[in-house]
């Protein structure tokens, strides 16, 4: 009670009210900081901010076991022992992980959450936000409330939006489907200001066809290129069969925005991933371990030429970019691209590799990944100041509005994506 007296207090003084130390230490205990001296440690310079989430017991019968699911371990996935071990003792970690964090620290702050309901409407009483209506299992549910945080997390899945609104191609985004757009039209409705509502935190995907999220529509779940790009004997081409990017670089799905000036279509959609057989010996593919066989949905060839020609990519002009680029790794640099200059793009590839982002696209059978333009989620909706009151047009404070995530206008402004920002070596 008396930190929740401190809190309007403070608020009352205009600064941004602190959660109480006992919500602090339970969202806290959550992360741990990287070992002094490994790739994560962010004391060194030029390496990434990044704070490995302990792994965590899921407790209880309540929300947190109804909400964490345990992370599906397939055979042969390294580190395999690890992860078994993990989910025998009932652990999560990485972003579920977090999760645990997060709802310790709800529930220390008394909040009760409440599954299966969706805000439909804003109460506003007097020119103040006082509630929301929702549906709640199919029943109108009021609820009212001093203030009101939107945190609906985007509009990626409404192809109504993402056609109207966003400035680039998005196709196949990573998130699960339940970010509708629903926090923007609240917004807007309230006479909130919206911002950078044409930009997305984009990254690249693959689409295995057989892969859906387990909702009604079965919806396609599209999975991020992770190891097709950061790692020796792979590169990426568009349908001229040319380079385009540094695959390894933080933020290439920005790649996928460029037009072609005559077409006005994406000069770089589609695209490829091309590797060969030294990259299914060691490397995952398309989801599928090293050694396996290619999915069958997955392009594959014993020559380049043919390989180019079962896809659809310029033959002659990919074998001219194949060539260029062993060469580029037998110099042990990219002079095109630079791909594997900067510490981010080292940390994710292979350190027990010659070069960890390099390696040459020799050795038959090659494949052909198709890679789409994806996101991680939208960046615009509402503005907000610095306590996140969402701010209307003429840059006023909506009494009783908040907004957080993807509901809220990216801070970072234009900067493409979220993590950390690529450094050159030292
Ligand atoms: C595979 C993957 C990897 C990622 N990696 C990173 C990373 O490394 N670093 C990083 O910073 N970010 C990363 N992200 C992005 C990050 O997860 C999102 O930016 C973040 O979760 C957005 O948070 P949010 O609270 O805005 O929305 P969300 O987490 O999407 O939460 C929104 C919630 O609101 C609910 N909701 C929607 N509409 C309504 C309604 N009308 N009423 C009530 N509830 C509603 C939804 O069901 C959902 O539970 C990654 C995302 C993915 C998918």
Known sequence: ???????????????????????????????????????????????????????????????????????????????????????????????????????????????????????????????????????????????????????????????????????????????????????????????????????????????APDRRWPDDAGTPQAQLVMAERYLPHVIWVNAAGRRFVNEASHNCAVSFAGLDANTHRPRNLPAWAIGDAQFRARYPVGGAPPHQPLPDWLPGADSLDKLAALVGIDAAALQHTVTRFNAAVDAGRDDDFHRGETAYERAFGDATAPHPNLGTISEPPFFALLVHASAVGTKGGARTDHRARVLDWTGQPIPGLYAAGNDAAAVSGRAPSTAASPSRPH
Request: net charge positive.
């Open 1 to 207: 009670m008396r930190q929740h007296q401190a809190g309007r207090a403070a608020s009352r003084a205009g600064r941004v009210p602190r959660l109480p130390r006992h919500v602090r230490r339970a969202l806290r205990r959550q992360t741990r900081p990287a070992p002094r001296g490994s790739a994560a440690d962010h004391r060194r310079p030029g390496h990434a901010r990044r704070a490995p989430v302990a792994p965590a017991v899921r407790r209880g019968r309540g929300h947190q076991r109804r909400i964490l699911r345990a992370p599906h371990v397939r055979r042969r996935t390294p580190p395999f022992d690890l992860m078994q071990r993990r989910v025998a003792a009932g652990e999560v970690a990485l972003g579920a992980g977090l999760v645990v964090g997060l709802l310790r620290g709800c529930r220390a702050a008394g909040v009760e959450l409440a599954r299966g309901c969706r805000v439909r409407r804003l109460i506003r009483t007097d020119g103040r936000i006082t509630g929301v209506e929702a549906e709640r299992d199919g029943t109108p549910w009021r609820l009212h409330a001093r203030r009101v945080v939107l945190a609906t997390g985007g509009f990626e899945h409404d192809p109504d939006l993402r056609s109207q609104l966003l400035a680039g191609p998005l196709s196949h985004p990573v998130t699960p489907p339940v970010q509708h757009g629903d926090g923007l039209r609240l917004a807007a409705d309230a006479g909130a200001q919206l911002s950078r509502t044409g930009e997305y935190w984009s990254w690249p995907a693959f689409q």
